[in-house]
Antibody
Framework: EVQLVESGGGLVQPGRSLRLSCAAS????????MHWVRQAPGKGLEWVSG????????DYADSVKGRFTVSRDNAKNSLYLQMNSLRLEDTALYYC???????????????WGQGTLVTVSS | DIVMTQSPDSLAVSLGERATINCKSS????????????LVWYQQKPGQPPKLLIH???IRESGVPDRFSGSGSGTDFTLTISSLQAEDVAVYYC?????????FGGGTRVEIK
């Protein structure tokens, strides 16, 4: 069974940094691209970032480009999101998400974690 | 960026009746080379993460009841629940998987009338 467990969320002041982690199990992590998707309280879904299975390709939403960095450690079955220069509008539940494609980008998501809440407030 | 627009924002349907949700993309999500529409549907129940229902506009995921069906091509798509059950109360989102940045519709809340 696929399991994705996020951690690292919390309350942070505007302009500060936070690093999210996602521990993956139940599948061969190094064979799948991974993504972060966020959901502001009471709002819809927003794709944040994706990283290819082999670490060679990353992509970002315009709203976070230049501030967030996605990375992964295939030896540790882990996905990360380094978030710098946080803004009030980054407040959201951040989901770690598995791409459906085996050794390819299919860009749809067949497994989701429960999310970790990031609150940006002074 | 491709803008995804869903309608209606919410709908209330009687048990056993049909529910229809629409999704429109600002540009075509049909790849001519393989004739696939890169349109996805998710279901999100209260307090839960989204669940993948349908990809490539009409391909149901394993384990998804066959009362859920997807249709459409190009820029106009529909998710149909043929006979609404109580457990189908949720918010439904479409998403284009055609090109980054990946974008979602605003969601449609389905309730029991």
């Amino acid at each position: 069974e696929v399991q994705l467990v996020e951690s690292g969320g919390g309350l942070v002041q505007p302009g500060r940094s936070l690093r999210l982690s996602c521990a993956a199990s139940g599948f061969t992590f190094e064979d799948y691209s991974m993504h972060w998707v966020r959901q502001a309280p009471g709002k819809g879904l927003e794709w944040v970032s994706g990283i290819s299975w082999n670490n060679k390709s990353t992509d970002y939403a315009d709203s976070v480009k230049g501030r967030f960095t996605v990375s992964r450690d295939n030896a540790k079955n882990s996905l990360y999101l380094q978030m710098n220069s946080l803004r009030l509008e980054d407040t959201a539940l951040y989901y770690c998400v598995k791409d459906s494609g085996f050794l390819e980008w299919l860009l749809h998501f067949d497994s989701w974690g429960q999310g970790t809440l990031v609150t940006v407030s002074s | 960026d491709i803008v995804m627009t869903q309608s209606p924002d919410s709908l209330a349907v009687s048990l056993g009746e049909r529910a229809t949700i629409n999704c429109k993309s600002s540009q075509s999500v049909l790849y001519r080379s393989n004739n696939k529409n890169y349109l996805v549907w998710y279901q999100q129940k209260p307090g839960q993460p989204p669940k993948l229902l349908i990809h490539w506009a009409s391909i149901r995921e394993s384990g998804v009841p066959d009362r859920f069906s997807g249709s459409g091509s190009g820029t106009d798509f529909t998710l149909t629940i043929s006979s609404l059950q109580a457990e189908d109360v949720a918010v439904y989102y479409c998403q284009q998987s055609y090109t980054p940045p990946l974008t979602f519709g605003g969601g449609t809340r389905v309730e029991i009338k």
